[in-house]
């Protein structure tokens, strides 16, 4: 099963029909708990179980159930995606344990969809949320935050506190599996958008040859990918080093983008399949459908392709 995902809006809901919840920078996870044992699924469906030795002991707090949730890692009270990335992919039990000593993880739960056996999907959130509150899920390694009625003071909050932005939940919403529903609404902080890169740059200056100087960006739609534009800066040093050594064994003769590449873009461009995400962060689009001043922030390891929506919010 994959989780329910929110859409990115610019309007903050209001009133009684509305809920509101703190947007976790982390991993989100499904965590299915049965029989004495306990698995978590990423959201593409990946059993990442050994990477979070630390949450083995949810299995002993009821029999059965499935959370849904965040897991992040806290640096300062402030969840740090950086701290929890190297943790995406441990599959070695004995590092995994390392890992959990020197960092470990907390998880934020925020939904309910089984318990005892019974399941809750097709229930208001309400009532899902009434139930997962009941349990007292409530330790070091796992929580449940609560939840807020004003979502513009929330959201204002968030902001000062540096966090990563609000989602906001319709009280009277089902639970759909991998939908990307209109009543969940999510407001983030940052201008985040998840891309897929479809190529990239050289620098044009510097005395290293073929280094990394941007990667060619675009979101999936009806008719393939759309292109939305270059991203150059976050890319020095050692971060373009280390991309341009992920995308070099997925190079391709052609572009792999559906929609025309300016050529002030696709001169000396080397293209790639589109398989690796990332996250960039801009001031929305231009009315040409380009990202506003884009910037690298980090490579997705945990999401595909699949994953990224064609909803970019901020356009002009």
Same mark, same amino acid.
């Given at each position: 099963?994959?989780?329910?995902?929110?859409?990115? /809006? #610019?309007?903050?809901?209001?009133?009684?029909?509305?809920?509101?919840?703190?947007?976790?920078?982390?991993?989100?996870?499904?965590? @299915?708990?049965?029989?004495?044992?306990?698995?978590?699924?990423?959201?593409?469906?990946?059993?990442?179980?050994?990477?979070?030795?630390?949450?083995?002991?949810?299995?002993? *707090?009821?029999?059965?159930? =499935?959370?849904?949730? $965040?897991?992040?890692?806290?640096?300062? +009270?402030?969840?740090?995606?950086?701290?929890?990335?190297?943790?995406?992919?441990?599959?070695?039990?004995?590092?995994?344990?390392?890992?959990?000593?020197?960092?470990?993880?907390?998880?934020?739960?925020? @939904?309910?969809?089984?318990?005892?056996?019974? $399941? %809750?999907? +097709?229930?208001?959130?309400?009532?899902?949320?009434? /139930?997962?509150?009941?349990? $007292?899920?409530?330790?070091?390694?796992?929580?449940?935050?609560?939840?807020?009625?004003?979502?513009?003071? %929330?959201?204002?909050?968030?902001?000062?506190?540096?966090?990563? !932005?609000?989602?906001?939940?319709?009280?009277?919403?089902?639970?759909?599996?991998?939908?990307?529903?209109?009543?969940?609404?999510?407001?983030?902080?940052? +201008?985040?958008?998840?891309?897929?890169?479809?190529?990239?740059?050289?620098?044009? /200056?510097?005395?290293?040859?073929?280094? #990394?100087?941007?990667?060619?960006? !675009?979101?999936?739609?009806?008719?393939?990918?759309?292109?939305?534009?270059?991203?150059?800066?976050?890319?020095?040093?050692?971060? &373009?080093?280390?991309?341009?050594?992920?995308?070099?064994? #997925?190079?391709?003769? *052609?572009?792999?983008?559906?929609?025309?590449?300016?050529?002030? @873009?696709?001169? &000396?461009?080397?293209?790639?399949?589109?398989?690796?995400?990332?996250?960039?962060?801009?001031?929305?689009?231009?009315?040409?459908?380009?990202?506003?001043?884009?910037?690298?922030?980090?490579?997705?390891?945990? =999401?595909?392709?699949?994953?990224? @929506?064609?909803?970019?919010?901020? !356009?002009?």
């Amino acid at each position: 099963m994959r989780p329910m995902l929110a859409t990115p /809006t #610019l309007t903050i809901p209001s009133g009684d029909a509305w809920i509101h919840e703190v947007k976790w920078d982390g991993m989100r996870v499904l965590v @299915d708990v049965s029989d004495g044992s306990i698995r978590l699924t990423s959201r593409t469906e990946r059993d990442v179980t050994v990477a979070f030795p630390e949450l083995a002991g949810l299995s002993s *707090e009821y029999a059965d159930m =499935l959370l849904d949730g $965040e897991i992040v890692c806290l640096d300062g +009270g402030k969840p740090s995606f950086g701290l929890l990335a190297e943790r995406f992919h441990v599959t070695n039990p004995r590092r995994a344990l390392l890992l959990a000593e020197r960092s470990p993880v907390t998880l934020m739960t925020f @939904d309910l969809l089984r318990l005892y056996g019974v $399941e %809750l999907l +097709g229930r208001a959130w309400t009532d899902r949320r009434a /139930t997962l509150e009941r349990l $007292e899920l409530e330790s070091a390694r796992w929580q449940t935050p609560p939840t807020f009625e004003d979502g513009h003071v %929330l959201h204002s909050a968030t902001r000062e506190q540096g966090l990563e !932005g609000i989602v906001s939940k319709r009280i009277s919403s089902i639970y759909r599996p991998g939908v990307r529903s209109p009543d969940w609404l999510k407001s983030p902080h940052r +201008g985040s958008t998840s891309v897929v890169i479809g190529g990239w740059r050289p620098e044009s /200056t510097g005395t290293v040859r073929d280094r #990394l100087g941007a990667v060619l960006v !675009g979101v999936p739609g009806p008719d393939g990918l759309r292109f939305l534009g270059r991203v150059g800066a976050g890319l020095a040093g050692k971060a &373009g080093d280390a991309l341009r050594r992920s995308l070099t064994p #997925l190079e391709l003769d *052609e572009s792999p983008f559906a929609t025309e590449v300016p050529p002030e @873009d696709a001169i &000396g461009a080397r293209w790639v399949q589109p398989l690796i995400v990332a996250d960039v962060e801009s001031l929305g689009l231009s009315h040409q459908g380009r990202l506003r001043q884009p910037a690298f922030k980090r490579l997705r390891e945990d =999401l595909t392709p699949d994953d990224v @929506d064609d909803l970019v919010p901020g !356009g002009a």
